[in-house]
């Protein structure tokens, strides 16, 4: 066990192997020795975010992209509802100026 690493202990159950304790034990001991080394609190959350980013960059950019054409269909909902709505704002006031145009 390296010098940064935390002891986990021996696992007996799976209990104890999902308990808090073990699980952030072994996340620790699962961060490269660059990450859990680091000598201030700023190095090391600059390292633990260099380390996320090349573990994660396809999947951050995936969810991205997702977070993006979602919106742009709520966009494109929002218009098309919004055009309807106005198209039918339209068709009424087109519809009681014949009747009123017809009624005089």
Same mark, same amino acid.
């Given at each position: ?56 960059? #396809? ?18 909902? #929002? ?18 100026? #014949? ?6």
């Amino acid at each position: 066990m390296s010098v940064c690493q935390l002891a986990t202990g021996l696992l007996a159950m799976q209990t104890i192997d999902r308990s808090f304790r073990v699980t952030v034990a072994q996340a620790w001991n699962s961060l490269p020795t660059n990450v859990t080394a680091s000598t201030s609190l700023p190095s090391f959350k600059r390292q633990l975010k260099t380390f996320f980013y090349q573990i994660f960059p #396809i999947t951050l950019n995936c969810i991205l992209v997702f977070v993006y054409r979602v919106l742009e269909a709520y966009a494109t909902l #929002i218009s098309t509802f919004y055009y309807y709505y106005k198209q039918t704002i339209l068709q009424q006031q087109y519809r009681a100026m #014949i009747s009123d145009d017809l009624g005089t």
